[in-house]
């Protein structure tokens, strides 16, 4: 064996970089590739632990695209945390960069709806307010509320419900007018009526004579002293009349009454 590979290198003497034969050794697994080198053993336990980490990162790579395109779709506060702890496991660099970028997008978006939100709110409870205690001192706290509300059909509603309560407000301020007028004008009537009424009776009693009592007559004296006349005698009551004679009456008038005679 030591003669053949002799004479392989003194055949293939003077080539640079080529290998010159590969010998296949029975108990090393060794390849010779250069003459004069040290054979070297294949690092088949590297390779196989360096496939294994890249297949690592990409299923976490996969995780973490997944976490952040759920928060993206659904933005909401559940799906932040998952989505950052996903990518917080990647390694450093571009892919982890642009996950980052695109969670701190998301967050801050749900900020601005949160704040939009509490200005929807804000503007609600002052229109609320606006209904139910209908004074002009309401309407500008609702409009200026309203005013700041940036969504156009939140917006819209609230605007139209102020006009309302406007339009209320104003029909009544016209209605109290009107009623003053009226009342007005039916106090000053009665008061002419009741002018008039005056003078009309007043002039019936410049028109009507006064009426003068005639003179009494002197009362006329005598020489004599005045005597009163005398008094009448005072009659006796009448007897009441018995049983007996009361039924005798009866008989003595059906007496006459039957023989066409009548005492009256």
Request: proline share 5%.
């Amino acid at each position: 064996m030591k003669e053949q590979l002799k004479a392989i290198f003194k055949n293939k003497k003077g080539m640079t970089g080529l290998v010159a034969g590969i010998v296949v050794l029975g108990t090393g697994g060794y390849v010779l590739s250069q003459p004069g080198t040290k054979p070297t053993s294949t690092p088949k336990v590297e390779q196989s632990t360096s496939s294994s980490s890249v297949d690592k990162e990409d299923e976490l790579m996969k995780k973490a695209e997944k976490a952040v395109k759920l928060l993206e779709d659904n933005q909401v506060k559940e799906n932040v945390s998952p989505a950052e702890t996903a990518v917080k496991g990647l390694k450093a660099g571009d892919s982890k960069d642009k996950l980052t970028k695109r969670i701190d997008a998301v967050k801050v978006n749900m900020a601005k709806k949160e704040a939009e939100a509490e200005l929807a709110k804000e503007a609600e409870a002052a229109v609320a307010k606006l209904e139910a205690e209908q004074v002009d001192g309401n309407i500008q706290p609702a409009q200026t509320a309203t005013d700041k509300v940036v969504d156009k059909a939140t917006k819209g509603k609230l605007q139209h419900r102020i006009n309302l309560v406007k339009d209320a407000i104003a029909a009544r301020a016209a209605q109290a007018v009107a009623q003053a007028k009226a009342e007005e004008e039916a106090r000053a009537a009665a008061e002419a009526q009741a002018q008039q009424a005056a003078a009309q009776q007043q002039a019936q009693v410049q028109e009507t004579p006064s009426y003068q009592a005639p003179a009494q007559a002197p009362a006329q004296t005598t020489g004599g002293d005045y005597t009163p006349p005398a008094q009448a005698p005072a009659q006796q009551p009448q007897q009441s009349l018995t049983q007996d004679q009361r039924q005798q009456q009866l008989n003595d008038a059906d007496a006459n009454f039957n023989n066409g005679t009548y005492d009256y």
